[in-house]
């Protein structure tokens, strides 16, 4: 299994222009808020039901999509499990905020597309293939390589 300094390293080497890097620290955190609030716009009565809660915030498949990559960010290190665990429920708030002023699945659905726009616009200026097409893990590294190039800035 490769380390985190493994993944960075081989996400990075399509990822040197500066201008495709700064669609990155745009794009990518918006396509994971997307698909967090795509989650959450899944009914849930089940949920509601099971949790006995009845609210948006706390009872979303949005909790349940998370667990899966964030046992994949544990597996990589437990600083990248933080940083993804509160970014997440920092999508999770927002996309909860977000459903008040706008139907959440359109704008979760305009969000993720025009993100990824970007991101292809990115790589044809960088003049690389993105990651992910060798690699769908890359999907989950692209986020947690995101804030550690933010961080160290």
Known sequence: MKTVQQWYSEYAESHQNK??????????????????????????????????????????????????????????????????????????????????????????VTIFVLAWIGQFYGHHIEGKKPSFLKDLQFLLIGPAWVFEKMLKK
């Not at 201008?19 to 808020?33: A, D, E, G, R, T």
């Not at 716009?41 to 009872?59: K, R, W």
């Not at 899966?68 to 990589?76: A, C, G």
């Not at 290190?77 to 459903?99: D, H, Q």
Request: include cysteine.
């Open 19 to 108: 201008l495709n890097q700064s669609i990155h620290y745009i794009c990518v955190p918006l396509i994971f808020l997307s698909i967090v609030g795509l989650f959450m716009s899944i009914p849930n009565t089940f949920l509601a039901d099971l949790f006995g809660v009845n609210s948006l915030l706390f009872s979303n498949w949005a909790i349940i999509g998370l667990i899966v990559p964030m046992i994949f960010y544990t597996s990589l290190s437990f600083r990248v499990f933080l940083r993804m665990v509160l970014f997440s429920a920092l999508c999770i708030v927002g996309n909860y905020y977000l459903s008040y002023a706008v139907d959440l699945l359109i704008a979760s």
